[in-house]
């Protein structure tokens, strides 16, 4: 398929449910709404509601679909008028951000150097052959920039220089320049939603209502007779209003997420040339690109109105239509890209929360010059699910979301694939915390994110298989949000435990204890105190210990990533999934110029029949091993990888060795074919 449709017509309030299903943002809002009340899209193509037109919700859902509602979604959808070229035939353009699997780095947790508790850049330089062995060609580095730390690094206090704790510049440099001479590439967080509430120009714009820096950020009166109220009724992520009232000053601050992270107003354009000259500052020291964090926020809708209540509830945060895709979200992208990014042909990686299919396509088209690659976050939770819900994660919806996600994306977009990083507990333990079938879903994860299309990002500690933490006591945890939900559930009358039970299951410190280098204390990571404790997992799982183990998580990720390597038609090949594997069986081919790659996944914890390949199908990698040549039984969530080579090309064996992974005693030689 290849339309060139580029734009689409208006949606008004007069238009129908299908016609703003046709519009690529009304789909993606209207999926994401059905996401969130854990419904199916079947729901909007039955002919009737589509026939529903918008004008007529205010009276069916007894207004709480108000006019107001309406007229934001009409003028957002307004605002988002192109239509993403879906293109399929066209090959993919490569580029060496495409092939590259990327490893992400939370430095505060990962190696301490000098025996304070707290990780830095000399710690991560020490580390870095680790990643070599791994395979890995790229690093995304979490904020390492001067900052209070009220969010750890994302309320940045001086965009040019380290945090103390971190080291100095000359340790970047250095870390830069090895990491460079180990041929990886190294990837930078940009924080420029918002800065720190004690950035100069925060400070200024706060001291002098004159300053040339007051534009830079929301700062507005309050509202209510006497002004005690905030200007709109927005929620912050991280509790709360998302206004900060300075009664010294009589002015409010808009914060999206902690009160001490102002966010930035991108229509100031003086603002954006300084962000500009910034970005620019850090490409000319030969940073490779940035990571853009929520950058879909950056533009907010013009005088800014209060949130719809009922969207409010249904995500749980109040004012997001306003600000998710706001209005001047592609042109400020765009000058981005132009002015900072394409000169020196650095990524551009959007963290995209709330973005949907199409919008990504947009933000991501190639002949768009906005980004190069977006994460989105919708196969994160279960239908109608938040982080903080305590359940268990079906594989199959993140079959479902990856499935369509894969489809859609074409051939002239492109997407990170990632399951763990720094905000999120450990996806094997919302998978099945059973200790018995860990190993067997980090390597089932891990097949996955390593063979589908897209960008692999692995955060620390996944390739190693490790899960969440046993926090018993909210003094154990660090987070600013877990702290903040605790402080507010309590406020609202749960007992101690019924808060702490309230913030564990969605905790993002689960993701941030201490990176388990070996068995000895804390880890290997300190031989201070850690600035957050682990649970002592790390006495069986780490990366000493699984480096001498041939079957363990860790050599099945680089087993996988040099397969990866072997292949390019795991990077560039088309996606094909199998219709006759169904529920938790999941088999999928990559296609390519160089063969063919296909992936067979057991999605549950019981075994399962599956039909092996035929003889021209080489077992490449198992991830559980037993079973014969001929075996037609998946145990408990394995993963198995067959090679299939082009008739044109020499031979029928992986190229990858493999031998570790299948282990001989199962009778499956590495390059064996499985027989049908
Ligand atoms: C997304 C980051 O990944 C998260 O850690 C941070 O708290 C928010 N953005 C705010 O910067």
Redesign the pocket.
């Given at each position: 398929m290849n339309t060139v449709r580029t734009s689409i017509r208006p949606v008004t309030t007069r238009s129908r449910i299908r016609d703003l299903y046709a519009h690529p943002l009304g789909r993606d809002i209207i999926d994401k709404l059905l996401l969130q009340l854990g419904r199916s899209s079947r729901w909007v193509t039955n002919p009737a509601v589509g026939a529903l037109r918008l004008d007529r919700l205010p009276r069916l859902t007894g207004g709480r679909i108000d006019a107001a509602f309406l007229d934001t979604l009409v003028d957002l959808l307004a605002q988002h008028p192109d239509v993403p070229v879906d293109d399929d035939t066209t090959p993919v353009t490569p580029a060496w951000w495409k092939e590259a699997v990327f490893y992400q780095i939370y430095p505060r947790s990962f190696a301490d150097s000098d025996g304070d508790g707290i990780g830095d850049l000399p710690g991560i330089i020490e580390r870095l052959d680790h990643l070599v062995d791994l395979g890995v060609d790229a690093i995304w580095l979490?904020p390492v920039y001067d900052s209070p730390n009220d969010?750890?690094g994302?309320?940045i206090r001086d965009y040019q220089a380290i945090l103390a704790e971190f080291g100095t510049m000359a340790d970047f440099d250095r870390l830069l320049a090895e990491v460079h001479r180990r041929g990886m590439r190294l990837v930078m967080?940009l924080?420029v939603?918002?800065t720190s509430d004690e950035h100069p120009w925060f400070v200024e714009a706060l001291r002098d209502p004159a300053s040339p820096y007051r534009p830079y950020y929301f700062l507005r009166p309050g509202t209510g007779e006497d002004g005690s109220e905030p200007p709109n009724n927005w929620t912050s992520?991280?509790s709360g209003s998302a206004w900060r009232h300075y009664p010294e000053h009589d002015v409010w601050a808009l914060h999206?997420?902690?009160a001490k992270?102002m966010d930035l107003d991108w229509d100031h354009a003086p603002m954006r040339a300084d962000v500009i000259a910034m970005v620019r500052w850090w490409l000319d020291k030969g940073v490779d690109g940035f990571r853009l964090?929520?950058v879909n926020y950056i533009s907010k809708r013009r005088g800014l109105p209060n949130g719809n209540p009922m969207i409010g509830e249904l995500m749980r945060f109040t004012g997001v239509e306003h600000y998710f895709a706001g209005p001047r979200l592609h042109e400020h992208l765009r000058q981005l890209r132009r002015e900072a990014f394409a000169p020196y042909d650095a990524v551009a990686i959007g963290?995209t929360?709330g973005v949907g299919i199409e919008l990504g396509k947009l933000l991501t088209g190639e002949d768009r010059g906005e980004l190069d690659l977006v994460f989105s976050f919708d196969h994160l939770e279960a239908p109608g699910k938040v982080r903080f819900d305590d359940y268990r994660y079906d594989l199959r919806h993140l079959r479902r979301v990856l499935e369509r996600h894969q489809r859609a994306f074409g051939n002239r977009s492109w997407s990170a694939l990632f399951l763990d990083?720094?905000?999120n507990p450990r996806m094997v333990s919302k998978v099945d915390p059973r200790p018995a079938h860990r190993e067997a879903v980090a390597k089932l994860l891990a097949t996955i994110q390593l063979t589908l299309r897209g960008t692999p990002f692995l955060y620390q500690g996944q390739e190693i298989g490790m899960v969440n933490q046993a926090f018993t006591s909210i003094d154990q945890l660090r987070d600013?949000?877990s702290l903040n939900r605790y402080a507010e559930l309590r406020s609202a009358g749960s007992t101690e435990q019924e808060a702490l039970v309230g913030v564990l299951a969605g905790s993002?410190d689960h993701a941030r204890t201490p990176m388990a280098w070996d068995a000895g204390p804390h880890g290997g990571f300190t031989t201070g105190v850690p600035w957050i404790e682990g649970d002592g997992d790390h006495a069986q799982c780490n990366v000493a210990d699984s480096r001498a183990d041939e079957r363990s998580v860790l050599a099945w990720h680089r087993a996988l990533i040099a397969l990866r390597r072997a292949h390019p038609a795991l990077v560039y090949g088309t996606v094909e999934f199998d219709r006759s594997a169904r529920g938790h069986l999941w088999r999928y081919r990559r296609s390519g110029d160089d063969g063919e790659v296909l992936v067979v996944c057991n999605l549950s914890d019981r075994p399962r029949r599956c039909r092996p390949p035929g003889p021209d199908y080489a077992l490449a990698l198992r991830s559980v091993p037993g079973g014969g040549t001929a075996d037609a039984r998946l145990a408990a969530y394995e993963a198995r990888v067959y090679v299939r080579r082009a008739a044109s090309s020499p031979g029928v064996a992986p190229t990858v060795s493999h031998t570790s992974i299948v282990p001989s005693s199962d009778g499956v030689a590495s390059a064996t074919p499985l027989n049908r």
């Open positions: 979490c969010d750890n994302y309320d967080d924080v939603n918002h992520f991280f999206l997420f902690s992270q964090d929520v963290e929360p990083n720094h905000d600013v949000e993002r």
